[in-house]
């Protein structure tokens, strides 16, 4: 019997394993796919190498302010794919050494909990297999949702895993249902290497959801206009037919399209067929856990997209650790505090904390400090002017409350503020910090000189 199961090899998975071999403890994995999961093969990872790729592009245009020219260059978004597929297999090959060496059992195959202690693996060829477990750490994660007839098909209607995963060569034209974080993300992509991309969204923004302020989706929403990328807002996609190869799209403003492929992004739900002893779950499928990571088996965790917690990667891994303390007789419980989004599309862009209109809605009288990229010397040398901070803070205590970042480096200044939030500073002592010169961090100074200081005359 091994000491701990662990259900798939996502990030929750990768990072129990790391724990829990720190505490000596001999455990197994079951993965049905590549390990790594979600995030390093078809999510975080692939993006932001796209991503990277798709921001260079930009970086071309002003080659020339530096004294570089160039006669000429081409994109292809094929060579990226497979500079895509190299990155992310060096990676996934690393982790399988890393199991290799430590001698840890994979079992390839879908687990499903018979018992208690019992987990039943199938394998591709249809055969089955049982282990047993002291303990089980369910890190299975999410799969991407569907809406009414919009029913992914891997060829005309496909999700976000399939165009990370498979699609080797961009479509002309596409549409993208959602405005969401993979939406922005993925239309950027697309975008900039050639594709003519649409985006359809229910509400009537942007990246419409409560953590990102309303003049974050203002300003991605005037860059994604330069880039000619098209936005339906308060719309929906009402029909769609396929003809002689390509897709005839009406949407519910009356709007006609045509295009090769429709890319559905709207969310995940929960992976979480998972047993058949009675593990308590809600009403959308998500286990139900206590602060422990615990669910209603003593013996049984569960962790990251599985659970109704934040879908987030490095979230998995916080609940993975936790988990793993109280597998090894800590008694640790979960607080979601301070938790930063970050997501790159036409910029990267960060939140933490409280938004101004959050901080409305509860009742907090608030001052707040901005300050634009524009005026930060490190970001003019590096052509990365594009951008802002803006933090907020309590009016009588002037205690910080939250913050957001649009810009270079967003994604690392964050951290700053996770910081500065958890020690509850004020604006004075994030005035003061002694920051390097010249330096992206010093925006932080500079959006807080009209609070502490005073306003120029």
């Known amino acids: 019997m ?8 996502g990030p929750g998975g990768y990072e129990a394993t790391l724990t829990a071999l720190r505490k000596g403890l001999n455990i197994a994995i079951v993965e049905k796919s590549k390990v790594g ?7 975080c990872i692939p993006t932001k190498y796209f991503w990277t790729g798709a921001h260079q592009i930009e970086k071309l245009k ?4 530096y004294g570089i020219n160039l006669e000429g260059y081409s994109i292809d978004y094929t060579k990226a794919w497979e500079g895509k597929e190299k990155a992310i297999s060096f990676l996934r090959k690393s982790l399988n050494m890393l199991l290799k060496t430590k001698k840890v059992p994979v079992y390839k195959g879908t687990g499903k909990i018979i018992g208690r202690n019992q987990v039943e693996i199938t394998k591709e060829d249809g055969s089955k297999e049982i282990i047993d477990g002291k303990y089980i750490l369910i890190a299975t994660g999410s799969v991407p949702a569907s809406v009414g007839n919009i029913i992914p098909d891997g060829e005309y209607i496909i999700t976000t895993e399939d165009f990370l995963e498979k699609l080797k060569e961009l479509p002309e034209e596409i549409l993208i249902v959602g405005g969401g974080v993979a939406g922005c993300e993925i239309g950027y992509i697309m975008a900039s290497y050639g594709s003519n991309v649409h985006i359809v969204e229910l509400m009537n923004r942007l990246l419409p959801m409560p953590d990102i302020p309303e003049e974050v989706s203002r300003y991605l929403l005037r860059k ?3 880039l000619k990328i098209n936005t339906y807002f308060n719309t929906t996609l009402q029909e769609h037919k396929v003809e002689n190869g390509k897709i005839i799209v009406k949407l519910s403003d009356g709007t006609e399209l045509k295009v090769d492929k429709i890319l559905l992004s709207i969310g995940r739900k929960p992976n979480s067929d998972i047993d058949t002893i009675g593990i308590d779950k809600d009403e959308k499928g998500f286990i139900k856990v206590n602060s422990r990571m615990q669910t209603n088996f003593e013996n049984i965790y569960a962790c990251g997209d599985v659970v109704n917690s934040p879908m987030l990667a490095y979230i998995a891994s916080y609940e993975a650790k936790v988990a793993i303390e109280n597998i090894t007789g800590k008694d640790e419980e979960v607080i979601y505090k301070n938790i930063p989004y970050v997501l790159f599309s036409g910029y990267e ?6 938004t101004p209109e959050q901080a409305k809605e509860k009742g907090i009288e608030i001052i707040s400090g901005y300050y634009p990229y524009t005026y930060n010397e490190k970001a003019v040398d590096e052509h990365e002017s594009e951008g802002f901070v803006r933090l907020v803070f309590e009016n009588d205590s002037k205690k910080l409350l939250g913050g957001t970042i649009v810009g270079t480096g967003a994604s690392e200044l964050i951290h700053i503020l996770e910081l500065a939030l958890n020690e509850e500073f004020t604006a004075e ?3 003061n910090f002694i920051y390097f010169h010249p330096s992206l961090s010093e925006i932080l100074a500079y959006a807080t000189y009209d609070i502490v200081v005073g306003k120029l005359f």
């Open 2 to 9: 091994y000491d701990l199961i662990i259900i798939g090899m």
């Open 37 to 43: 999961g979600n995030c390093l093969n078809r999510a």
């Open 62 to 65: 002003i080659l020339k302010e």
């Open 224 to 226: 994604f206009k330069k």
């Open 349 to 354: 862009i960060a939140t933490i904390g409280l």
């Open 429 to 431: 002592e994030l005035h």
